[in-house]
Protein backbone atom coordinates (compact mmCIF):
# COMPACT_ATOMS: atom_id res chain seq x y z
CA UNK A 1 0.00 0.00 0.00
CA UNK A 2 1.43 3.41 -1.08
CA UNK A 3 0.23 6.32 1.54
CA UNK A 4 1.13 10.00 -0.27
CA UNK A 5 2.14 12.49 1.76
CA UNK A 6 0.17 15.25 1.56
CA UNK A 7 1.07 18.80 1.63
CA UNK A 8 -0.09 22.08 2.74
CA UNK A 9 -0.23 25.17 0.97
CA UNK A 10 1.78 26.94 4.03
CA UNK A 11 4.19 23.47 3.04
CA UNK A 12 4.35 24.64 -0.62
CA UNK A 13 5.30 28.09 0.15
CA UNK A 14 8.26 27.29 2.40
CA UNK A 15 9.47 24.89 -0.05
CA UNK A 16 12.66 26.00 -1.83
CA UNK A 17 12.32 27.55 -5.59
CA UNK A 18 13.59 25.25 -8.49
CA UNK A 19 13.99 27.59 -11.46
CA UNK A 20 11.91 27.04 -14.14
CA UNK A 21 9.45 24.96 -12.05
CA UNK A 22 6.06 25.84 -10.29
CA UNK A 23 3.42 23.03 -8.51
CA UNK A 24 -0.13 23.66 -7.83
CA UNK A 25 -1.85 21.02 -4.98
CA UNK A 26 -4.63 18.94 -5.93
CA UNK A 27 -6.46 17.80 -2.64
CA UNK A 28 -3.21 18.21 -1.22
CA UNK A 29 -1.18 16.48 -3.87
CA UNK A 30 1.94 18.38 -5.53
CA UNK A 31 1.36 18.89 -8.74
CA UNK A 32 3.63 20.04 -11.16
CA UNK A 33 3.14 23.31 -13.71
CA UNK A 34 4.45 22.38 -17.17
CA UNK A 35 5.75 25.70 -18.82
CA UNK A 36 3.79 27.78 -21.27
CA UNK A 37 4.96 27.98 -24.90
CA UNK A 38 5.42 31.66 -26.67
CA UNK A 39 2.51 31.51 -28.10
CA UNK A 40 0.73 31.71 -24.92
CA UNK A 41 2.67 33.75 -23.39
CA UNK A 42 2.06 36.49 -25.52
CA UNK A 43 -1.66 36.05 -24.85
CA UNK A 44 -1.50 36.20 -21.39
CA UNK A 45 0.82 39.20 -21.51
CA UNK A 46 -2.12 40.94 -23.69
CA UNK A 47 -4.84 39.69 -21.62
CA UNK A 48 -2.84 40.74 -18.28
CA UNK A 49 -2.35 44.44 -20.01
CA UNK A 50 -6.35 44.89 -20.92
CA UNK A 51 -6.79 44.02 -17.06
CA UNK A 52 -4.66 46.01 -15.22
CA UNK A 53 -5.38 48.86 -17.29
CA UNK A 54 -9.29 48.07 -16.58
CA UNK A 55 -8.58 47.71 -12.77
CA UNK A 56 -5.93 50.88 -13.10
CA UNK A 57 -8.46 53.38 -14.60
CA UNK A 58 -11.14 52.63 -12.84
CA UNK A 59 -9.19 51.93 -9.21
CA UNK A 60 -11.11 48.67 -9.28
CA UNK A 61 -9.10 46.56 -7.46
CA UNK A 62 -5.58 44.08 -8.70
CA UNK A 63 -4.65 42.25 -11.46
CA UNK A 64 -2.02 39.60 -11.62
CA UNK A 65 -0.04 37.49 -13.84
CA UNK A 66 0.84 34.03 -14.21
CA UNK A 67 2.38 32.68 -10.70
CA UNK A 68 -0.26 33.78 -8.23
CA UNK A 69 -1.95 31.26 -6.34
CA UNK A 70 -5.08 30.89 -4.57
CA UNK A 71 -5.84 28.82 -2.14
CA UNK A 72 -9.65 27.79 -3.01
CA UNK A 73 -10.06 25.08 -0.64
CA UNK A 74 -8.34 23.24 2.89
CA UNK A 75 -7.90 19.77 4.19
CA UNK A 76 -6.74 18.48 2.06
CA UNK A 77 -5.59 21.69 0.11
CA UNK A 78 -6.57 22.76 -3.46
CA UNK A 79 -4.10 25.70 -4.84
CA UNK A 80 -4.59 26.85 -8.32
CA UNK A 81 -2.21 28.94 -10.81
CA UNK A 82 -4.29 30.96 -13.34
CA UNK A 83 -2.87 32.64 -15.83
CA UNK A 84 -3.96 35.86 -15.32
CA UNK A 85 -6.30 37.04 -12.00
CA UNK A 86 -8.70 40.08 -10.80
CA UNK A 87 -8.90 40.69 -7.34
CA UNK A 88 -11.19 43.56 -6.35
CA UNK A 89 -10.26 46.71 -3.61
CA UNK A 90 -13.85 45.61 -1.99
CA UNK A 91 -12.25 42.20 -1.01
CA UNK A 92 -8.54 43.23 0.14
CA UNK A 93 -8.76 44.66 3.64
CA UNK A 94 -6.67 48.02 3.79
CA UNK A 95 -5.63 47.23 0.49
CA UNK A 96 -2.89 45.23 1.74
CA UNK A 97 -1.59 42.56 -0.99
CA UNK A 98 -0.73 39.45 1.10
CA UNK A 99 3.10 37.99 0.71
CA UNK A 100 2.23 34.35 0.13
CA UNK A 101 -0.60 32.81 -1.62
CA UNK A 102 -4.01 34.60 -1.53
CA UNK A 103 -6.45 32.77 1.40
CA UNK A 104 -9.29 33.46 -1.12
CA UNK A 105 -10.57 32.50 -4.67
CA UNK A 106 -10.07 35.14 -7.04
CA UNK A 107 -13.27 37.67 -8.76
CA UNK A 108 -12.29 36.32 -12.18
CA UNK A 109 -9.49 33.87 -13.11
CA UNK A 110 -8.19 33.30 -16.86
CA UNK A 111 -7.14 30.48 -18.40
CA UNK A 112 -5.24 30.07 -21.50
CA UNK A 113 -5.38 26.47 -23.33
CA UNK A 114 -1.57 25.03 -24.25
CA UNK A 115 -1.90 22.08 -26.79
CA UNK A 116 -0.97 19.64 -24.20
CA UNK A 117 -3.63 21.08 -21.09
CA UNK A 118 -6.72 17.70 -21.43
CA UNK A 119 -10.03 19.36 -21.83
CA UNK A 120 -11.02 17.29 -18.52
CA UNK A 121 -8.08 19.21 -16.77
CA UNK A 122 -9.42 22.70 -17.92
CA UNK A 123 -13.31 21.94 -17.08
CA UNK A 124 -12.45 20.66 -13.61
CA UNK A 125 -10.34 23.79 -12.88
CA UNK A 126 -13.12 26.05 -13.93
CA UNK A 127 -14.97 24.65 -11.26
CA UNK A 128 -13.12 24.66 -8.50
CA UNK A 129 -13.12 28.08 -9.07
CA UNK A 130 -16.50 28.42 -9.44
CA UNK A 131 -17.23 26.61 -6.26
CA UNK A 132 -14.70 28.87 -4.37
CA UNK A 133 -16.60 31.89 -5.02
CA UNK A 134 -14.85 33.25 -8.37
CA UNK A 135 -17.27 35.06 -9.79
CA UNK A 136 -16.35 35.32 -13.63
CA UNK A 137 -13.86 32.83 -15.36
CA UNK A 138 -12.41 32.86 -18.60
CA UNK A 139 -10.95 30.30 -20.66
CA UNK A 140 -9.15 31.11 -23.86
CA UNK A 141 -9.01 29.00 -26.75
CA UNK A 142 -6.09 29.85 -28.86
CA UNK A 143 -6.66 27.42 -31.70
CA UNK A 144 -10.00 28.06 -32.35
CA UNK A 145 -9.37 32.46 -31.24
CA UNK A 146 -12.41 31.60 -29.06
CA UNK A 147 -13.17 32.61 -25.03
CA UNK A 148 -15.91 30.67 -22.68
CA UNK A 149 -17.18 32.76 -20.25
CA UNK A 150 -18.57 31.19 -17.35
CA UNK A 151 -20.53 32.83 -14.81
CA UNK A 152 -22.38 30.94 -11.95
CA UNK A 153 -25.81 30.19 -12.62
CA UNK A 154 -25.07 31.62 -15.88
CA UNK A 155 -25.26 29.88 -19.42
CA UNK A 156 -21.72 29.18 -20.73
CA UNK A 157 -20.74 31.47 -23.12
CA UNK A 158 -18.76 31.29 -26.42
CA UNK A 159 -17.24 34.45 -27.90
CA UNK A 160 -15.76 34.20 -31.23
CA UNK A 161 -12.86 37.21 -32.79
CA UNK A 162 -15.44 39.52 -33.98
CA UNK A 163 -17.20 39.53 -30.28
CA UNK A 164 -16.60 41.78 -27.18
CA UNK A 165 -15.39 40.58 -24.25
CA UNK A 166 -16.79 42.40 -21.26
CA UNK A 167 -16.09 42.42 -17.32
CA UNK A 168 -19.51 42.57 -16.58
CA UNK A 169 -20.43 43.35 -12.33
CA UNK A 170 -16.62 41.86 -11.67
CA UNK A 171 -14.82 44.82 -13.86
CA UNK A 172 -17.05 47.65 -15.34
CA UNK A 173 -15.94 49.16 -17.75
CA UNK A 174 -13.76 45.97 -19.25
CA UNK A 175 -14.82 46.00 -23.18
CA UNK A 176 -12.11 44.19 -25.42
CA UNK A 177 -12.43 42.77 -29.02
CA UNK A 178 -11.49 39.32 -28.30
CA UNK A 179 -9.45 39.18 -31.91
CA UNK A 180 -7.19 41.66 -30.15
CA UNK A 181 -6.38 39.07 -27.60
CA UNK A 182 -5.30 36.68 -30.21
CA UNK A 183 -3.48 39.65 -32.24
CA UNK A 184 -0.10 37.73 -31.43
CA UNK A 185 0.34 35.27 -34.54
Do not use: C
Amino acid sequence: MVVKQLVTAEELWAMPETPGVRYELAEGELSEVPGAGAVHGLIAKRVLKFLDTAAQLGDLGEAFGDGVGYILRRHPDLLRIPDASFVSWARIPDRRIPEGFWTLAPDLAVEIVSPNDRADDINDKLHEYLEAGTRLVWVFWPRRRAVMVYEPDQPIRELGPDEFLEGGDVLPGFRVQVADFFAVS
